[in-house]
């Protein structure tokens, strides 16, 4: 069990994250907020790559620091922004980093086959990867987090730059990773982890906001989620009354949907909230200023 117990991060007087606490055990945890919001702040105390300003994270009781290699030989870690040579193949880029880990050829060998057929590298496994998709050279990185088989595997923003089929693609992988070990996910993708994380953490304000169930993180919303039609005219005087989260042009009118916790109007069809709704409407504020 992994616990990260009234975590703080400053970068000088900047306050990164407050008071952070969240317990993990087995299974997909998605960390979903925009960028900035200190996804990355918060991966890197957990892989001990920077150090909580307050507080501490606990590796069954004891602190990941003083755990040091104990706590690395357990743990897979895929960077924002992972370093690979693109002129090493698959299995020349694995046998090098398997060599830095200590692994002896023969293992190393046989660990690595194994990994490229579950990351359905295994046909271009000695092409160089210069010529690889977005989506292969992160499955090249998923397969360099796995070579040690961690109890732990964290990947920030793992799906940046992938089309909607190679997200599709990783989101498999992912599941099918998540038997047995703790599998932490960021991202700001609502889709990406939305079927497949057994909880989803999100961060407002550098503080937690959920760390819930998806079912639970859309109950915040209900009945309070609407669809209407009204007319383009009045488009505008809608999105500052209302909390808009989607529109849409059908038949000449405006299909809106949006949040509304007060009075509600008789022609208003509510709907069942979407982790995206509580996404859109939690960091309204946030995205607005992202556009
Ligand atoms: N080394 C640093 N020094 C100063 N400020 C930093 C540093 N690293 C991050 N920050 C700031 O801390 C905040 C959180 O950054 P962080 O990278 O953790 O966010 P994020 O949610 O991972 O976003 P992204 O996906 O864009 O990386 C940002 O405002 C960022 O500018």
């Not at 957990?46 to 030989?73: A, C, F, M, Q």
């Not at 924002?80 to 090493?88: A, S």
């Not at 505008?236 to 909390?243: G, T």
Request: proline share 3%; aromatic share 8%; glycine share 6%.
């Amino acid at each position: 069990m992994l616990v990260v117990k009234d975590v703080s991060k400053q970068y000088g007087s900047f306050s990164a994250l407050k008071n952070m606490n969240l317990e993990f055990s087995d299974g997909v945890y998605g960390l979903l907020a925009p960028n900035g919001a200190g996804k990355t702040t918060l991966i890197k105390m957990l892989v001990t790559l920077i150090s909580p300003s307050k507080g501490e994270i606990l590796y069954n009781g004891t602190n990941i620091v003083d755990l040091d290699e104990d706590y690395r030989d357990i743990l897979g870690y895929l960077p924002q922004q992972f370093g690979y040579y693109k002129n090493y193949s698959p299995m020349q880029y694995l046998l090098y980093l398997a060599a830095l880990k200590g692994l002896d050829k023969k293992n190393a060998l046989e660990k690595i086959s194994e990994l490229l057929e579950k990351v359905a590298l295994t046909d271009v496994a000695n092409k160089k990867m210069k010529k690889f998709s977005g989506g292969m050279i992160q499955r090249v990185g998923i397969a360099q987090a796995l070579l040690n088989d961690p109890k732990i595997l964290i990947l920030d923003e793992p799906t940046a730059g992938l089309d909607p089929k190679e997200r599709a693609r990783f989101r498999q992988l992912l599941t099918g990773l998540a038997r047995e070990r703790l599998v932490i996910i960021s991202t700001h993708i609502v889709s990406d982890i939305e079927s497949i994380a057994n909880e989803v953490i999100m961060i407002k304000n550098q503080q937690l906001l959920y760390k819930d169930s998806v079912g639970n993180i859309c109950n915040t919303l209900d009945g309070h989620v609407y669809e209407t039609s009204i007319s383009y005219e009045r488009l505008e005087s809608f999105r500052k009354q209302y909390v808009l989260l989607s529109e849409k042009q059908e038949h000449g009118s405006m299909i809106v949907r949006f949040v509304q916790k007060g009075k509600t109007e008789a022609d208003w069809i509510p709907a069942n909230p979407h982790l995206e709704d509580v996404f859109l409407y939690e960091y309204r504020d946030e995205l607005l200023t992202d556009l």
